[in-house]
């Protein structure tokens, strides 16, 4: 039933674009590296060293250290600086076209993270668009999610399966800070373990309307930071360091990366309650396993009615479903009427430290 | 049967009837449940259940120490009609259904977050209808009714609740309402809140009562325990012991017996009725015709504990040998010849009508073996049944450590020791009771197939059978969950993910390499297995890094095991 698309497979990359017939020429192709697009000669979001990389969004598992020209959106840039260091960046913005032999390229907003955009690619009339990492609802931060109509559509599959269904943001917002209050009434500090790259900020949006003594990690501190010099308006808040006292920490709010959860850094904000905001913590297994206090379905990725609405959306002949439950969700799409396929990439590397999603 | 521990002037104190509002109903039960499910404190949890008790109404109260104390009412629908019922209602494929449920692990939980949303409830209509009670004597009404009645109940009901309250709905359907709740912290909690002591509740809500036909204050009206006969106390347990018994003192203020390897047991014999109860509070009395004789034979107001195991001529069986009589309705003539029952008394808690539970072990003993040896007196057919579980004679410590070698010999686990002073306790309570378990037999063995587990563990591979080498092949002889670390068990995950052979359905065949050393705590013949034999309380003792599959233990050495420790008698 389902078609998978063999891309270990190099005699099959060669001479088979990702087009399984029908379509005459495919704009982009899975290689060693990535997705690449013959016709420009670039990539989009390579896995390692290219000539011309055209990146998504700043999370290290899309943004990859070590190629010679860099392409992304305004947003996108002081982050890329920040994670990759000084390197040949071009920027643009969303709807602005870019060329590269011949082939058009624009971005367009994903809603996923600041800065994070759509690859929209245009040859001989054929439109491609690559989702990179996407949400349909509008976090108020990141730009709202824009279907761009096309031909084929490189979608994501984080949360690719029925149970996914999140709640509006403004009502994990209220749970977040219900839990934050409560907490206070007893004496108790709030850490919250949030990605540092987009799940940060929201979440010091969401405590900043009932509180404003809020800690933040030295790693959200620095986002923080390039995204106020990038003119982004963010909340006030204070970095922990060796110097502050647990006498200030009495009573707040600390946001931290997954990374610090249980570390010896934590020691000092007791007592303390850790809640962790995440997708995943939509299904009690994990907010268990992970022995957190209190798990809140706060997500960047889309769930599955917004995956749905978005392919939908893109009138797409044909989708390409990676990153995820791409085997779930090319299958039922298949069985709804839409031409779909299952990327696997086995060739990805993992992300350091599985630190973004 | 009149009760010493109960005391007049708690009586006055309690506000019988009086604590308790009506609203709530099934939401404040629902997040009652979440804390007790996702706390990790057990302050927490204790102050959530003294919280309810304190704000829930009577009737749902008494259903949640029924629920609380495993009393549930009978499953009115299995899970794959319930899962049919969500499937039609979502309108999506049953493989998608699936595929989520593989990942969430629970049934409960992929119906309740597959389910489309509550819609709003109309203005003016009220939602007071909701309470735990109401939903738990729906499911014994429908107990018999037709299908379609069941399935307008159960999606009407879905409809009226919202994410959480589904799940815990669905949870109350399907069962193993394994949260993070003893019923000896419920007990506290009930103390907390009604200011009785906690080992006179535990003995209020033991025993026979149906949540439907009683209400709160009768149920812990401690006048009450006396109108029941059949009334069990609550059993008290002993502690683990680790090391030897070096500082217990003198050895002879202790009484040492065998640790029998059957089901702890109160024989009840009141008012010419006779009944026979489980540690886990089952009546039992119908299962074990053996008994019956005591109906005539044991004077009024006596209730013995002790151990009900299969035993013949006084020498006891393997345990398997009691599941077969455990799960059957009727019991054969067959059965009864192939696997006869006895019970071993090691205590007395009622005597001539008095609940002697206070006085010391010895004296309790002692008035044991008067009612024994005055009920065997010249009954050959009851003196294969019931018997005094045996003291153990040791002058020193040394002498028993070395008598304690010989436990296996006796189709015993270990010793029990007992502090000669002790009174009978309520539940776990450290110091005078311990059990001295021989230490388990262990032996190596390799990895080959894979589950994911349940619950806590829905997404790992955690669930694994392991194979003893036979020449060439491996043969697989037992499956364990438990004994490793969250950490090793990731770590496990990770190696089954990347070292997958086969799959058949939820099952992986691993590439067999990992070993690991399997303790537990006897071995019996089994026709059912491969390997011709079965463990008690098999567990991976630890992960045996250090060894190589070519390493592990054969089935030569499993048969030997049975050839030196398994009792002949099969358990088919
Ligand atoms: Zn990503
Ligand atoms: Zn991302």
């Known amino acids: ?357 | 049967m009149i009760n010493e521990t109960s005391n007049n002037s708690q009586l006055q104190n309690f506000p019988l009837g009086v604590g308790g509002f009506l609203d709530g109903g099934f939401s404040l039960f629902s997040s009652l449940v979440n804390i007790l499910g996702t706390s990790t404190k057990n302050t927490e949890k204790l102050n959530a259940l003294q919280h309810y008790f304190s704000t829930a109404s009577d009737k749902d109260k008494v259903w949640v120490i029924a629920i609380f104390s495993g009393r549930r009412p009978k499953r009115i629908i299995n899970s794959t009609i319930l899962q049919q019922w969500c499937v039609e209602l979502i309108d999506l494929p049953l493989w998608l259904f699936e595929e989520s449920y593989h990942t969430v692990g629970d049934l409960a939980e992929t119906i309740a977050l597959l389910l489309p949303p509550k819609p709003p409830t109309p203005k003016g209509e009220s939602q007071s209808g909701l309470t735990l009670s109401h939903y738990l004597e729906e499911f014994i009404r429908l107990e018999k009714a037709e299908e379609p009645i069941k399935k307008d109940f159960i999606i009407t009901t879905w409809m009226q609740l919202s994410q959480e309250e589904r799940f815990v709905f669905n949870k109350l359907i399907t069962g193993g309402f394994r949260i993070g709740v003893s019923q000896k912290m419920m007990v506290n909690a009930l103390a907390k809140t009604t200011k009785i002591e906690a080992s006179t509740i535990a003995h209020l809500i033991s025993g026979n009562w149906q949540p439907a036909n009683i209400n709160f204050a009768d149920l812990l009206n401690p006048n009450m325990v006396s109108k029941d006969d059949s009334k069990p106390y609550p059993f008290y347990l002993a502690y683990a012991l680790e090391d030897d018994p070096q500082n217990f003192g003198n050895i002879t203020e202790w009484q040492a017996e065998w640790k029998w390897d059957g089901i702890r047991g109160q024989i009840i014999k009141r008012n010419g009725e006779l009944y026979v109860w489980s540690r886990g509070e089952e009546l039992m009395t119908d299962k074990f015709p053996e008994y019956l004789i005591l109906k005539t034979l044991l004077p009024d107001g006596t209730v013995m504990d002790g151990e009900i195991l299969p035993m013949q001529d006084l020498q006891p069986l393997p345990f398997s040998l009691l599941q077969t009589r455990i799960g059957r309705k009727t019991i054969t003539k067959k059965q009864l010849q192939e696997a006869p029952i006895g019970f071993f008394a090691y205590d007395l808690l009622e005597y001539n009508t008095t609940d002697i539970r206070t006085k010391p072990l010895q004296e309790r003993r002692l008035l044991l073996e008067n009612i024994i040896n005055s009920t065997l007196a010249g009954n050959q057919l009851l003196a294969n049944t019931i018997q005094l579980s045996p003291t153990i004679q040791a002058t020193s410590w040394d002498e028993l450590i070395t008598l304690r070698q010989g436990s296996r010999d006796m189709g015993s686990e270990g010793l029990m020791l007992k502090r000669k002073s002790s009174p009978y306790q309520v539940g776990r309570k450290v110091g005078d009771w311990w059990k001295w378990k021989m230490e388990p037999m262990v032996i190596d063995a390799v990895l080959i197939y894979a589950q994911k587990g349940h619950g806590r563990r829905s997404n790992l591979y955690t669930d694994y059978t392991f194979a003893v080498k036979d020449g060439d092949r491996l043969v697989t002889f037992t499956k364990a969950y438990s004994g490793l670390t969250d950490k090793e068990f990731n770590e496990i995950d990770a190696f089954v993910k990347a070292n997958s052979l086969e799959k058949f359905g939820p099952v992986r065949t691993v590439k067999p390499e990992l070993v690991f050393e399997i303790a537990f705590e006897g071995i019996a013949a089994s026709a059912r297995h491969k390997s011709g034999v079965a463990l008690r309380f098999p567990r991976m003792n630890r992960w045996r890094k250090d060894k190589k599959v070519d390493e592990i233990n054969t089935l030569e050495d499993l048969k030997n095991m049975l050839r030196i420790y398994g009792n002949k008698k099969d358990g088919k």
């Open chain 1, 1 to 357: 039933m389902d078609k998978v698309l063999d891309i270990k497979n190099s005699s099959v990359l060669e001479n088979s674009p990702l087009g399984v017939g029908g379509v005459s020429a495919a704009l982009l192709t899975y290689t060693d590296k990535g997705l690449y697009c013959q016709q420009g000669g670039f990539y989009i979001d390579p896995w390692g060293a290219v000539d011309k990389a055209i990146i998504t969004h700043a999370h290290s598992d899309h943004a990859r250290w070590g190629s010679n020209h860099y392409l992304c959106h305004h947003l996108t840039k002081p982050l890329l600086q920040l994670r990759l260091g000084n390197n040949n960046y071009q920027s643009t913005t969303w709807g602005e076209p870019v060329y590269i032999n011949g082939v058009k390229i624009s971005l367009h907003p994903a809603g996923h993270i600041i800065g994070s955009s759509q690859i929209r690619i245009e040859y001989n009339g054929e439109i491609w668009v690559v989702s990179g990492d996407y949400k349909t609802e509008n976090d108020g931060l990141s730009g709202a999610f824009e279907a761009v109509k096309c031909h084929t559509f490189i979608t994501e599959s984080t949360f690719g399966l029925p149970i996914y269904k999140w709640q509006p943001q403004a009502i994990i917002y209220q749970q977040i800070q219900q839990w934050i209050l409560e907490n206070q009434a007893n004496n108790t500090s709030s850490v919250l373990i949030a990605y540092s790259l987009g799940k940060a900020q929201r979440v010091i949006e969401a405590a900043a309307t009932i509180t404003n003594n809020i800690y933040v990690h030295g790693a959200i501190w620095n986002t923080h930071e390039t995204l106020l010099n990038t003119g982004i308006h963010l909340p006030t808040v204070k970095k922990v360091t060796p110097e502050t006292t647990k006498a200030e920490l009495k009573n707040a709010v600390i946001i931290a990366p997954p990374s610090a959860d249980g570390t010896p850094w934590m020691k000092k904000f007791q007592p303390y309650k850790v809640g962790v905001c995440s997708g995943w913590m939509q299904v009690r297994g994990n907010a268990r396993r992970r022995n957190v206090d209190a798990g809140f379905s706060l997500s960047d990725h889309a769930d599955w009615p917004g995956l749905l609405q978005a392919i939908k959306a893109t009138q797409a002949e044909r989708v390409l479903v990676t990153h995820g439950f791409q085997a779930v969700l090319s299958r039922y799409l298949t069985e709804t009427g839409i031409e779909a396929y299952e990327i696997n990439t086995p060739l990805m590397p993992p992300t350091p430290k599985g630190e973004e999603e």
